[in-house]
């Protein structure tokens, strides 16, 4: 029996691009095998090279082109004017939001489906369960969720399902510099010496982050403004079987700034035309992929280790 | 000119890791006392920390006799393969008689919704909750009734919300800091495999090596050098955010640097904002410090609340605090954000 497609979703660009940079990406993302966009500035509410109806344009000509698509909401809400931008968000009706925390649970249940982002928390299946009425359609789960935890929160043949009967999907995080941790702090103004409300936006000029390395050069992370990333690159393009067991429908590929395109088309030809995994990712680095590759959460490890086969 | 109306005194809440802790917490004049069981159930899940049945019961008794309040932490995630500590401990809350539950997991929630709707459920700082919309979130589904808010918000924030929430407010008033908002940071599993969320710790001890090398003292933490430390540094114990590292050519304290949040001079500032509970951070510390530590509060929260207009931190409550600092520095935290 051939398997279903997975759904290759394109996950908001974490960083801070330059609004021409943000365009042409979604431009080449709208001619590429992604079957799902998810749109918007998650992280940080001082960068608006779009603002929330540049975002629904950009939507609707992917929708044209035949992409799902679903707006982000901030991960760390703080002001009443990161609930006001949720409440907007709230007001359309051409797109789902994916939540970003329990704010905008609380302002969006009922009005938009919902998409329940990678940050809520859900880590058992009467977690996700508890959610399940809320007008969600899938669930994103945690980056440091292992797939068997995965297969049990949210299984194949007994998935959690809405008050109406519906299937929850899932989603993994399946490639991208890992979102690890977030602050009300910006770490970017900080190593430039730079106060938050008068940043100078420094965080343009690191399109993929800003290095952090250990006192002996061991890349560790990165630094995008109050987000803490992975410095390695997380990636389950080898990972498709564990994946498949674990009954995912859907994989987040995180953008990055050089070299997406191949990325996109690698798990493509990998998890919907059956052809090899070997010796694809390997080629990434040469096109600007950050690296190293890491893939340990999947596995029950430390994220940052290499589960080899 | 005539005072003010004196404000209401926010309830005092300490840590007690063990049951010398809780007694000294509550001789010291604390109003209520938090503590977690032995097992990866709350987010200070260390060797030697924390209570059985037994000492619970006896630690209940002790507060109860003496007016004081006990609360329970069971403020980490359940686990997807084994819920069952998390129920357990739950009904185990129940039957031992503390006085609040503080969660973070909305498994957790459900359960005492469904089975002990009876408890008193406090929101722990775990859980995120940084608006009024997400608190009211927790309230409207599982009667949450009090929100102890995340260590990232600045005064101002913390009035916002108290002004739009009719969920009681807990703040953090001194002890270590996380600069990252709590229930959001996967770095210590990233690292180690273990994080808060999921096993109760961070940075744990178990994967903590240090090593004499050529250029100094080496703490690392799941192999990845934290720190390095000159002969005449002192050494501080590898929290991987608190680690010195390299960004752009500059060697630094790049996310965060080892110091302890304190705020009682912002006291007055928090009471007027209508906070109703002031938590001391440290169940992994010594009876001693809980001690001391609470003494000073309980001395700055009397004052604050008989006298407002004429408060000012004393200074032997500074003396006293930092003793117990890390870093041995002290600051404001983000309620007054210098760095904003």
């Excluded at chain 1, 979703?9 to 992604?34: E, I, M, T």
């Excluded at chain 1, 940080?44 to 982000?72: F, N, P, S, T």
């Excluded at chain 2, 010195?244 to 705020?263: K, M, Q």
């Excluded at chain 2, 004052?303 to 600092?325: E, F």
């Amino acid at each position: 029996m051939k398997s279903p497609r997975l759904q290759l979703n394109v996950g908001p660009v974490l960083y801070h691009w330059p609004r021409q940079d943000l365009l042409g990406f979604y431009a080449a993302v709208a001619d590429s095998p992604a079957d799902r966009v998810t749109l918007g500035e998650t992280v940080c509410a001082r960068r608006r090279e779009l603002r929330l109806d540049d975002w629904l344009a950009l939507g609707r000509e992917l929708a044209a082109a035949g992409k799902q698509v679903v707006l982000a909401a901030q991960t760390l809400v703080e002001t009443e004017a990161d609930l006001r931008l949720i409440e907007r968000q709230g007001e359309q009706h051409d797109f789902a939001v994916e939540a970003g925390d329990a704010s905008a649970l609380q302002l969006l249940a009922g009005r938009v489906p919902l998409v329940l982002g990678p940050h809520l928390n859900l880590y058992s299946r009467a977690a996700l369960a508890e959610h399940a009425d809320l007008g969600a359609t899938r669930w994103v789960a945690a980056v440091e969720l292992p797939l068997d935890a995965v297969a049990l929160i949210n299984p194949v043949a007994d998935p959690v399902r809405s008050p109406r009967g519906e299937a929850i999907e899932t989603e993994v995080w399946a490639f991208g510099r890992l979102p690890l941790a977030f602050s009300a702090r910006c770490f970017t103004a900080r190593h430039h010496h730079l106060p938050k409300d008068d940043c100078g936006f420094r965080c343009l000029a690191d399109p993929d982050g800003l290095l952090l390395s250990s006192t002996e050069a061991e890349p560790f992370l990165v630094l995008n403004g109050t987000q803490t990333q992975s410095a390695r690159v997380h990636s389950l393009l080898a990972d498709a079987a564990a994946l498949r067991a674990a009954g995912v429908h859907s994989l987040r590929l995180s953008p990055c700034a050089q070299g997406f395109e191949a990325v996109l088309a690698d798990f493509e030809a990998v998890f919907n035309q059956d052809q090899p995994a070997l010796g694809r990712a390997e080629a990434w680095a040469a096109l600007g992929v950050p690296a190293p590759l890491a893939n340990g959460y999947a596995h029950r490890l430390a994220g940052m280790a290499w589960a080899g086969r | 000119m005539s005072e003010p109306p004196a404000p209401t005194a926010p309830d005092l809440v300490c840590p007690a890791g063990s049951l010398r802790a809780l007694q000294a917490a509550v001789d010291a004049g604390a109003d209520a006392v938090y503590l977690g069981l032995k097992d990866a159930t709350n987010a200070r899940n260390f060797a030697g920390l924390n209570f059985d049945d037994a000492q619970v019961r006896e630690g209940v008794a002790y507060a109860h006799s003496r007016g004081a309040q006990v609360l329970m932490a069971l403020n980490t995630y359940a686990d997807a393969r084994d819920d069952t500590p998390w129920r357990r401990a739950v009904d185990r809350a129940a039957a031992l008689g503390t006085d609040a539950l503080i969660v973070a997991d909305s498994a957790v929630m459900a359960h005492c919704r469904d089975h002990h709707p009876q408890l008193r459920l406090h929101l722990s700082v775990q859980a995120s909750a940084t608006s009024h919309a997400a608190i009211e979130f927790y309230r409207q589904r599982y009667g949450i009734q009090r929100a102890v808010l995340p260590r990232v918000l600045t005064l101002q924030q913390v009035g916002q919300v108290i002004r739009h929430t009719q969920v009681d407010i807990e703040v953090f008033g001194f002890g270590s800091l996380c600069v990252m908002v709590e229930g959001r940071c996967a770095l210590s599993s990233y690292v180690t495999g273990q994080a808060p969320n999921g096993a109760g710790v961070c940075s744990p001890a178990s994967a903590v090596r240090w090593q004499e090398g050529p250029d100094g003292v080496e703490a690392r933490l799941g192999g990845v050098l934290i720190d390095r430390y000159g002969p005449d540094e002192p050494r501080g114990y590898p929290t991987l955010c608190k680690g010195r590292f390299e960004v752009g050519g500059t060697r630094d304290y790049a996310i965060e640097e080892p110091t302890s949040l304190n705020t009682l001079a912002l006291l007055p500032e928090l009471m007027r904002l209508g906070v109703k509970a002031i938590k001391i951070e440290g169940r992994q510390r010594s009876a001693a410090y809980v001690q001391q530590v609470t003494t000073v509060w309980r001395q700055a929260i009397d004052q604050a609340a008989a006298q407002p207009g004429r408060y000012a931190v004393r200074p032997d409550w500074t003396a006293m605090l930092a003793r117990h600092a890390e870093g041995q520095q002290h600051t404001l935290g983000a309620y007054d954000r210098p760095w904003r």
